[in-house]
């Protein structure tokens, strides 16, 4: 009884916080739309909602105006999707099958590979991209769509979360497979895979939520390929003149990936580590 009556205040005060901070982001959404609707008077004079009439035509402004290098608002949509999905993607392959194989198999050099992994994480490299530039152009993709490869990391954050989950799959279900004949490829592909597949799918739309508004990258490696966060990065440093517009800009940026989070939300909160084989 007496825990209880303590943790009420305790509760009671994280709720207050979490209201505030829940309301900080809601404010910050209602104002970028208010924004986009105004008039550009209306944004000049310091005003929070709209008082001219609400200005739709923003957003088709936005289309027909926010342009980098060429690059219209729609091609910088499709780019954003390319190089968020692309190597979001390819990050969860590559560090699925590097956790699946150091959590599953033992030979010389798994502890080494797994504290390396740990390690790299602990420790930022730092003034890397000079040598990545140089390096990606001599390959010759500097500055293409096949950077999304590149991107991708087998270790990380990916990697831990994953070389976890593989490690809570008991491994009856691969002996179970071999006996009915499958080969390692598709131990893990077919029987694998799918106990993990609700990790990979929250850490997915993670990641694609975290490259959709990466605008350093693209900048540094994809000048003639704008995304969306590089390109209205770029627009809104070269025309500052209509703020309306570049919020709409903005705004349109935003509806995919909130788009992405509420139709997988349930996904990201109900991560399920393991398998379950009844006796």
Known sequence: MKKNIMRQPAMIIMCVI??????????????????????????????????????????????????????????????SLW?????TFFSILFSSITAYILAKYKFPGRGFLYGYAIVTMMLPIMGSAPASIKFYKSIGIL???????????????????????????????????????????????????????????????????????DSDTALLYMKTHPTLASGLYIYSHRNSYH???????????????????????????DIQIGGGLKG
């Open 143 to 213: 500055d293409t769509n096949f950077m999304i490869v590149m991107f991708a990391s087998s270790f990380g954050q990916n990697f831990v979360i994953q070389f976890a989950t593989f490690k809570g799959v008991s491994w009856e279900y691969a002996e179970a497979a071999f006996m009915d004949g499958a080969n390692h490829f598709k131990v893990f592909f077919m029987v694998m895979i799918p106990q993990a597949i609700s990790t990979m799918v929250a850490l997915f739309v993670v990641g694609f939520i975290g490259k959709w508004s």
């Open 243 to 269: 703020k309306p517009i570049q919020f709409a800009g903005f705004m349109i940026g935003m509806i995919p990936v909130l788009a992405l989070y509420v139709a997988f939300q349930k996904t990201i909160m």
């Open 18 to 79: 979490f209201a505030l901070y829940s309301f900080s982001i809601l404010f910050v959404l209602f104002q970028g739309i208010s924004f986009s609707l105004m008039t550009s008077g209306d944004y000049s004079d310091g005003k929070l909602i709209p008082t001219s009439g609400l200005i739709f035509k923003n957003y088709a402004e936005a289309f027909a105006r926010v342009k980098v290098e060429g690059v219209n608002l729609i091609v910088m949509t499709i780019n």
């Open 83 to 87: 190089f968020a999905g692309g190597s």
